[in-house]
């Protein structure tokens, strides 16, 4: 899976921000100073990386971290689809887990503790209905 585009990156010796030229290419993301490839800047193996976020970094805007052993990348897209794609497509490469998504988390609580219980007590009473003497069955259990 490959994906390119122009990200802003926090530099490792400079704290300086930088804009850079990214590209998933084979088992590296690689990062070049332009889209034309000359000035290969630096790379990270993607093997390497443990876990990949969304954070709020130094009030920083649709940032995302990418964490490898050696050291944290701080990164920030122009805006907050390219960085979820580009969060969900390096979490993808890299063979991590992908989170659910803030929709899921709130729905699934919802669903489990409150639609569930009413959908199984709405069949209930349809089954109970259609074999009354079924309950005679529930209660010497």
Request: proline share 7%.
């Given at each position: 899976m490959m994906k390119t585009g122009y990200l802003t990156k926090e530099g490792g010796r400079y704290k300086s921000w930088k804009k850079r030229f990214m590209a998933?290419?084979?088992?590296?993301?690689?990062?070049?100073?332009?889209?034309?490839?000359?000035?290969?800047?630096?790379?990270?193996?993607i093997q390497s990386i443990t876990e990949?976020?969304?954070?709020?970094?130094?009030s920083k805007k649709h940032c995302f971290l990418v964490a490898t052993?050696?050291?944290?990348?701080?990164?920030?897209?122009?805006?907050?689809?390219?960085?979820?794609?580009?969060?969900?497509?390096?979490?993808?490469?890299?063979g991590l887990k992908q989170n659910p998504s803030p929709k899921e988390v709130l729905f699934l609580p919802l669903l489990y503790h409150y639609i569930v219980p009413i959908i199984i007590q709405i069949h209930l009473k349809t089954f109970l209905n259609h074999f009354p003497n079924i309950s005679l069955l529930f209660f010497l259990c």
């Open positions: 998933i290419e084979g088992d590296d993301l690689n990062y070049y100073k332009k889209d034309n490839k000359k000035e290969k800047m630096g790379s990270i193996p990949i976020e969304p954070t709020y970094y130094k052993e050696p050291r944290t990348f701080y990164i920030v897209a122009p805006n907050e689809e390219e960085m979820n794609s580009w969060v969900t497509v390096l979490r993808k490469v890299a």
